[in-house]
């Protein structure tokens, strides 16, 4: 079956207009000239630690991204993020998590992913052991003492890309 897209999946939970983008960055290095911050097509929250927020403050954020300091260290804690997201968003019962391999292997470390959708594209990077990187998951091993496994709940074909949907039992 095909997968169904963004705008239907959010109108199927009752959800109007654009949801907001929390981007989560634990040192705020971030480019503001980007489009996401100065496009104003959707709430941006930049999620940080203390440090990040002082150094986002350095660099002039535009006016629609809020700034939400979260935790207390160097480093974000899934707790810490999950705990001021009701501040951010209240009420928000789906969250669309986009985020770097160690941060979504500590989504599914902790048991707080519920879907995964992952893009199959035709360019080819590889490794040499040279250069450092990383996978999907970083910082979490898995097998071969724990096995994380997805259902596939969906596939959609654009051009030479496959959209693929995984369902994981969290719960």
Same mark, same amino acid.
């Given at each position: 079956?095909?997968?169904?897209?963004? #705008?239907?999946?959010?109108?199927?939970?009752?959800?109007?207009? *654009?949801? $907001?983008? /929390? !981007?989560?960055?634990? @040192? &705020?290095?971030?480019?503001?000239?980007?489009?996401?911050?100065?496009?104003?097509?959707?709430?941006?929250?930049?999620?940080?630690?203390?440090? #990040?927020?002082?150094?986002?403050?350095?660099?002039?954020?535009? *006016?629609? $991204?809020? /700034? !939400?300091?979260?935790? @207390? &260290?160097?480093?974000?804690?899934?707790?810490?993020?999950?705990?001021?997201?009701?501040?951010?968003?209240?009420?928000?019962?789906?969250?669309?998590?986009?985020?770097?391999?160690?941060?979504?292997?500590?989504?599914?470390?902790?048991?707080?992913?519920?879907?995964?959708?992952?893009?199959?594209?035709?360019?080819?990077?590889?490794?040499?052991?040279?250069?450092?990187?990383?996978?999907?998951?970083?910082?979490?091993?898995?097998?071969?003492?724990?096995?994380?496994?997805?259902?596939?709940?969906?596939?959609?074909?654009?051009?030479?890309?496959?959209?693929?949907?995984?369902?994981?039992?969290?719960?």
């Amino acid at each position: 079956p095909l997968a169904e897209s963004y #705008g239907e999946f959010r109108a199927r939970l009752g959800k109007r207009g *654009p949801p $907001v983008c /929390v !981007v989560v960055t634990a @040192r &705020g290095e971030l480019d503001f000239d980007r489009p996401l911050f100065r496009g104003g097509k959707a709430p941006v929250v930049v999620m940080t630690t203390p440090r #990040g927020a002082d150094e986002i403050s350095k660099h002039n954020p535009p *006016p629609g $991204v809020r /700034v !939400v300091p979260a935790g @207390r &260290g160097d480093h974000l804690e899934i707790s810490e993020i999950l705990d001021a997201l009701p501040g951010v968003i209240p009420g928000a019962t789906v969250i669309l998590v986009e985020g770097g391999p160690h941060l979504i292997g500590e989504f599914f470390d902790r048991g707080k992913l519920d879907e995964l959708f992952l893009t199959l594209s035709p360019r080819l990077a590889g490794r040499d052991g040279k250069s450092r990187r990383e996978g999907l998951v970083s910082g979490k091993a898995f097998l071969p003492d724990r096995l994380i496994a997805g259902t596939l709940t969906g596939v959609r074909r654009g051009g030479s890309h496959l959209f693929l949907r995984y369902a994981f039992n969290t719960h």
